[in-house]
């Protein structure tokens, strides 16, 4: 470790940048000790690798604040040996989640890095208005080499209690391609920490934030961490499909409860049987049959599913699949289905969906060729997650995501995507399906069955978090504190599940609406299925 002093002024400490910017390089040795190598490598002159500097921090534009003083403390080279004792559970975990999600070079280890801000001062600042994307902001500068990968985030409170926030890089060469690289830029925006007076939404989607005034101090504990590693070189796309195909998320499976047995097992299509009445769970983002319907099948034989499968001898079967959220479209998850199914269901299907299951749902009654739908139960539809509206703030999208999946396989999922741009996240047509204005999107929450197919019957089912669920949740409680709840809610609206809004939720075409739902579950957006309310609305739609 190594502590920056910024209160002498005869310490050489800043390097000079363009356009009159200036910039502290991070490592082990001050700005007036770097080696003629190390600053053609800052300065873009050679694109080898360096030992004494591992990235650079300063002022993001004009708009930031300068007459930085106090101290930062650094590390030197990084560790590749990181402990919880020293680095806190939240970045093993994270570590923990790389080397799950990524084909790591031979050899290689991921490496920690990290800056604490705590001791950093500036000069005060007056509340100011802005838009995401905007405002005051850091930049650090991390060099790195095409084949290298990196996650950034904010580390809150000691050794990170609080709660993580994931910062995303600006966006690389032509295709979000990693060939050419030799560094990632990281725009750290001062009111994550500083907190907002105010956010409203605009016209044109986007936010307008009001930061708290505040005296230049950064608050305890802030600290800065970056996780750098060796994988193989490619394009964000490769490397994300290769992320998913190690996590086991890349791949469709059909799913049958066993009532034997009372639990999941894979089927073929030569085992589906096509005639019988059928019930069909599709599972939300990043998630997996057993990852969103978990506490449906608890208790095996005495479980909720086991029930509904014997219920009024209603259903001949119960199915479920698992499919890409990511990369693939809905069209293509439909295909993936009938595929596994082996050809055309001989009565109208009846669903349960979660989230993004939820459109695809839409989809299949809508468009799905060898399968009519009945009845659809919605549970927290993601018509529409307010994140997205922004690209700047799907990074948040992504910390709210993996603070609910942080100990699944969906949380490896989230943060193998933080390691890349927001722009290239937006485009990958598995979440560009739920953003707001989507014009897929929209067709599917006005269109009406068309006649000729089995009339289908949709009952949202929607959700609004009570804020005592969050009373021992650090994360949301800082979050509070520092009033970015309220730039949850200019998203998502007054009511919400933390991910989705609950009026976006309750979103039917006309003439299609089964019976609205009286009062809100209270959970947010991962834990509908473990509450008896849900259950029984459930039960009373699917089972009239």
């Not at 009111?191 to 016209?203: D, I, N, P, T």
């Not at 101090?217 to 499909?241: A, C, D, W, Y």
């Not at 709840?485 to 609950?502: C, M, N, P, Y």
Request: net charge positive; with cysteine.
């Amino acid at each position: 470790m190594r502590i920056i002093s910024l209160l002498d002024p005869d310490a050489q400490v800043w390097l000079p940048g363009k356009e009159g910017q200036k910039f502290i390089p991070l490592g082990s040795v001050r700005a007036d000790q770097l080696a003629q190598t190390t600053r053609d490598r800052i300065e873009r002159r050679s694109a080898g690798p360096v030992r004494d500097v591992w990235a650079t921090l300063g002022p993001w534009d004009e708009q930031s604040p300068v007459g930085w003083t106090g101290t930062l403390q650094v590390s030197s080279n990084g560790s590749n040996w990181s402990n919880p004792t020293s680095s806190g559970s939240d970045t093993i975990a994270l570590i923990d989640t790389v080397q799950r999600s990524t084909a790591l070079a031979e050899g290689a280890r991921v490496r920690e890095q990290f800056v604490d801000l705590s001791g950093l001062r500036f000069a005060p600042q007056a509340a100011g208005t802005f838009t995401i994307g905007h405002g005051p902001a850091l930049r650090l500068t991390l060099l790195v080499q095409p084949d290298e990968g990196a996650v950034v985030c904010i580390q809150y409170g000691p050794l990170g209690e609080d709660g993580i926030e994931f910062i995303a890089p600006e966006p690389t060469g032509p295709a979000h391609s990693c060939s050419q690289r030799d560094r990632l830029n990281y725009r750290i925006p001062l009111w994550l920490v500083h907190g907002l007076s105010s956010a409203e939404q605009q016209e044109n989607g986007n936010l307008s934030l009001q930061i708290r005034p505040n005296q230049g101090g950064m608050p305890p504990h802030t600290v800065l961490k970056v996780l750098t590693f060796q994988r193989e070189n490619s394009t964000s796309h490769e490397v994300i499909k290769r992320a998913l195909g190690r996590l086991g998320r890349d791949k469709s499976n059909l799913w049958r409860w066993n009532l034997r047995h009372g639990g999941w097992e894979s089927v073929t299509a030569a085992k589906v049987k096509r005639d019988a009445k059928t019930l069909l769970f599709l599972h939300g983002s990043f998630s997996s049959t057993n990852g969103s319907f978990g506490p449906l099948g608890e208790n095996r034989q005495w479980s909720w599913l086991q029930n509904v499968s014997l219920a009024k001898r209603r259903y001949g079967q119960v199915l479920a699949l698992d499919h890409d959220t990511v990369l693939e479209t809905l069209a293509e998850n439909t295909a993936h289905l009938m595929a596994a199914v082996g050809g055309a269901f001989q009565q109208p299907i009846d669903i349960v969906s979660h989230s993004r299951g939820g459109l695809l749902a839409k989809h299949l009654a809508l468009h799905g060729r060898g399968i009519e739908v009945e009845r659809v139960a919605l549970v927290a539809c993601a018509n529409g997650v307010g994140y997205m509206r922004v690209i700047a703030n799907i990074a948040r999208f992504l910390s709210v995501m993996r603070r609910f999946l942080r100990f699944t396989a969906g949380g490896d999922v989230v943060a193998a995507l933080a390691q890349h741009s927001v722009e290239l996240i937006s485009e990958l047509p598995g979440l560009a399906i739920m953003t707001p204005g989507n014009a897929e999107l929209k067709a599917l929450m006005s269109a009406q069955v068309p006649s000729g197919r089995s009339k289908t019957s949709f009952f949202p089912i929607i959700g609004d978090y009570d804020r005592a669920l969050t009373n021992d949740e650090r994360f949301f409680k800082r979050m509070a504190v520092n009033g970015l709840d309220l730039l949850i809610r200019a998203f998502l609206g007054k009511q919400h599940d933390w991910v989705v809004g609950s009026a976006a939720q309750a979103i039917v075409a006309p003439g299609h609406l089964a019976d609205v739902l009286e009062t809100p579950i209270q959970t947010w957006h991962t834990s509908y299925f473990d509450k008896p309310a849900t259950q029984r609305a459930l039960n009373d739609f699917l089972l009239r």
